[in-house]
């Protein structure tokens, strides 16, 4: 479900993953057990910030949930084309539409390096631990391509053990 992908990838940006997890089981509670663009409309602000959620996290979820993006045919759109789409709705940015590529289009070539977590796991990984340049990112996207995504899941087990879900 392309709502549920995106709100879980609003509900965890900026924070850790067990503070994400944490969050969306209040909402999952909240939502009766199922999260849909539905049931996030019907609830209220108050009980959406109870959850958690901050008060522009909030904001954004509905801002999902009454979006037209939802409908697009993802099957027909370039990973650009998705985040071009995506990044229209207020909330949505390029990292949000990366989570929205590997976590629910199953895309194979997507290396999200907004992403803090798989910065440090690559510098941990690659640079004993010591900050990169854009330049030497590049070239591990070269050598990885067309399978970063299998290289962005790998990088991010490397530091948590605990699977990301989106």
């Keep these: 479900d392309g709502f549920l992908t995106l709100a879980r990838a609003i509900v965890g940006q900026q924070i ?3 503070a994400a997890d944490t969050i969306w089981k209040r909402l999952e509670r909240k939502a009766e057990g199922s999260i849909n663009s539905t049931k996030i409309m019907g609830l209220s602000t108050e009980e959406l910030r ?17 979006s037209e993006v939802l409908g697009t045919d993802w099957d027909e759109c370039s990973d650009g084309k998705v985040t071009e789409l995506l990044c229209t ?3 949505i940015g390029e990292w949000t539409a990366e989570m929205f590529l590997i ?4 895309r194979s070539d997507v290396l999200p390096l907004g992403d803090l977590g798989l910065v440090k796991a690559i510098e941990k990984n690659y640079n ?25 899941w790998y990088l991010w087990r490397s530091l948590d053990p605990i699977p990301v879900e989106y």
Excluded at 52 to 64: A, C, P, V, W
Excluded at 103 to 106: G, P
Excluded at 128 to 152: H, I, N, Y
């Design 16 to 18: 850790s993953v067990k």
């Design 50 to 66: 109870k959850t958690g959620l901050s008060k522009q996290k909030t904001e954004y979820i509905r801002n999902i949930a009454e």
């Design 89 to 91: 709705v207020k909330g």
């Design 128 to 152: 004993d631990g010591s900050t990169m340049s854009k330049e030497q990112f590049g070239e591990l996207e070269k050598r990885w391509t067309p399978w970063c995504t299998v290289a962005t």
């Design 103 to 106: 976590f629910h289009l199953a």
